[in-house]
């Protein structure tokens, strides 16, 4: 349940690996959007920047590390088996990160020269001065990441669509509101989870795969299983620039300055460029115009060329933090019943990852 990237992810690798799959998610009734995005979003996915922020990671070890290593392994592979000729789905690197004081940009160099094999290098004060002069910040140097960048959420859930149809996996298109244990009878061996769905009866399964983000939570402890999570509200800014010209230097697909994210989009119908800015992190689920204010000046580095630009569309989605546990929750709670969810900031990065963990259980339950 859920067709989110984390979702339709695993029904996909299941349905490749010859499963007979029932994917349920009441936004299934229509085709995912194709780009205007305005106001707050029901799903994580369509409101994220897709950004691929995984070789980058600080850490060199334990499961979060792991998660990211693999579902960077994976996105390549990925993005060539739902890519076609009609819709190429494609990785759009690099990725860089601008240091915010002297001790970050020490900490990415020492970064850089460990991971320098996974594609890491150090940019300099001086390089950026001379190659990037209208890069925000640059004071303390800047890491760059040749594998890390994003790939399109929409073109992701479409593709993932494509795919999951060809492979004949089952969409229903609703919400299921309860699932139970089934009473142990002959009739149901191998199907101990019936699904209540909202308008269209029960559904019989042998199992279930949790992938709804912040709603896993109530059909959870319906179940007596306690993995409280918490909204964390992201704004997103689409914003056209004043000039053709600025900025005028390569921009990578992705710029991390200050902890915000400049994807740059291409150019409007009128030639303008485009330029994502994202994403506020707000605890709750009510949008802050402060914060909304701090993303637009860039914390107050905004270059001008920056700050002449004009909002276009503005929206807002919702992160399923986990409460007490690290992200993202990847359990087997029950035979039968896995949760996959409260990815919180990095679903579509780790739907890979996730995918094929989910693979496993199922295989190894076989
Ligand atoms: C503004 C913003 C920017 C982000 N940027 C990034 C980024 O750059 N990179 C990154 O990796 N992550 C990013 N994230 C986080 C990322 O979006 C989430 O971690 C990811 O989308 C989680 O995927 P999901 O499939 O678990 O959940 P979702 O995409 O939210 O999908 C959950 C699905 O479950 C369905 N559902 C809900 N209730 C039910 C029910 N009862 N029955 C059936 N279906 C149900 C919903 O309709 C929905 O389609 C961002 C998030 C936000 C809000």
Redesign the pocket.
């Known amino acids: 349940?859920?067709?989110?990237?984390?979702?339709?992810?695993c029904a996909w690798r299941l349905a490749k690996a010859g499963h007979s799959v029932t994917l349920?998610?009441?936004?299934l009734g229509s085709p995912p959007p194709s780009g205007e995005r305005s106001g707050p979003?029901?799903?994580?996915?369509?409101?994220?920047?897709?950004?691929?922020?995984g070789l980058v990671f600080r850490r060199s070890s334990g499961r979060a590390w792991r998660l990211r290593r693999r579902s960077m392994e994976l996105w390549p592979q990925w993005a060539e088996e739902l890519g076609d000729q009609e819709q190429p789905l494609q990785l759009q690197t690099p990725l860089v990160q601008v240091a915010a004081t002297a001790e970050e940009g020490l900490r990415m160099q020492a970064l850089a020269e460990e991971r320098e094999s996974s594609g890491l290098r150090f940019l300099s004060q001086e390089h950026l001065q001379r190659q990037h002069p209208d890069w925000p910040g640059g004071e303390h140097g800047a890491l760059h990441s040749a594998q890390d960048g994003?790939i399109d959420?929409l073109a992701l859930l479409k593709a993932l669509r494509k795919q999951l149809t060809r492979l004949d996996v089952t969409l229903i298109s609703?919400?299921?509101?309860r699932i139970r244990r089934a009473q142990p009878s002959p009739a149901l061996i191998g199907k101990p989870w019936t699904l209540e769905l909202?308008s269209s009866g029960l559904l019989e399964t042998d199992q279930v795969v949790i992938?709804?983000?912040?709603?896993?939570q109530p059909?959870l402890t319906e179940l007596g299983h306690q993995r409280a999570m918490e909204p964390?509200?992201?704004?997103?800014l689409d914003l056209e620039l004043a000039e053709p010209s600025a900025p005028c230097s390569p921009w990578p697909a992705v710029l991390v300055c200050q902890g915000i994210?400049l994807v740059r989009q291409g150019a409007s119908a009128n030639g303008r460029q485009r330029l994502w800015l994202?994403?506020?992190l707000e605890p709750g689920t009510q949008a802050d115009p402060q914060a909304l204010n701090q993303l637009l000046s860039l914390q107050g580095q905004a270059p001008a060329w920056l700050q002449r630009a004009t909002v276009v569309q503005h929206?807002?989605?919702?992160?399923?933090r986990p409460i007490d546990r690290p992200a993202?929750l990847l359990e087997v709670l029950e035979p039968g019943l896995i949760l996959?969810?409260?990815?919180?900031?990095?679903?579509?990065?780790?739907?890979p990852a996730t995918a094929e963990w989910v693979c496993e259980q199922i295989t190894t339950r076989r």
Not at 211 to 216: E, I, P, Q, R
Not at 232 to 236: A, E
Request: proline share 4%; charged share 10%.
């Open positions: 349940m859920g067709a989110g990237a984390v979702g339709a992810g349920i998610d009441p936004s979003l029901d799903s994580g996915t369509v409101a994220s920047l897709g950004i691929l922020m994003r959420p609703e919400a299921v509101t909202h992938c709804s983000a912040l709603a896993a059909l964390v509200l992201g704004q997103v994210n994202g994403a506020t929206w807002q989605g919702l992160r399923a993202p996959a969810s409260g990815h919180y900031r990095n679903g579509v990065l780790l739907a």
